[in-house]
């Protein structure tokens, strides 16, 4: 049997410090800034009025749920199967479903939206590899900005 990794890195979406942290830990106080950190991946199940959710994992969305708040980040993704409304931040990829509703602004290296998604309203900030540096996504963890992209439609860019 392999070894499970010792330590793992997450960024602190306070102060946004590098910090090792156990891979099993949930949650933990940052110790540059001593504010808490969510670390585990979020899942939302029905409706929820916020003022921020943010984690250092990802934040899944699920058909009946819901999100209303000013701020919405998470390092690892963002997956919306159900709605949300909010300002995002996502330090992976972002899926929006096919029944999906949005509303609001995304920043992200990449975002995939399904068939049938419904988009009413918000600024999209997708990050070519100088803007991913320039938005400071390159400093999230599992985010590889890279030079060469390459165009997976089959079409001619």
């Known amino acids: ?3 499970q990794a010792r330590y793992r890195q997450v960024q602190c979406y306070h102060c946004r410090s590098q910090v090792e942290v156990s891979p099993r830990a949930m949650t933990m106080t940052c110790p540059r800034c001593h504010k808490r950190l969510q670390l585990e991946d979020v899942v939302v199940k029905a409706a929820q009025g916020l003022t921020k959710l943010q984690t250092c994992g990802r934040i899944l969305i699920e058909k009946k749920g819901s999100v209303r708040a ?4 998470a390092h690892e993704g963002i997956e919306v199967l159900g709605a949300i409304r909010a300002k995002v931040v996502s330090g992976g990829p972002v899926l929006i479903g096919e029944k999906a509703k949005w509303h609001g602004d995304c920043r992200a290296p990449s975002v995939r939206i399904g068939d049938g998604a419904k988009i009413e309203g918000g600024y999209f900030e997708i990050a070519s590899f100088e803007q ?4 400071g996504l390159s400093e999230l963890p599992g985010v590889y900005l890279t030079e060469d992209r390459t165009d997976t439609t089959g079409e001619d860019p």
Do not use: F, N
């Not at 991913?132 to 938005?135: E, L």
């Open 1 to 3: 049997m392999g070894k």
């Open 70 to 73: 000013d701020l919405v980040e």
């Open 132 to 135: 991913g540096q320039a938005m």
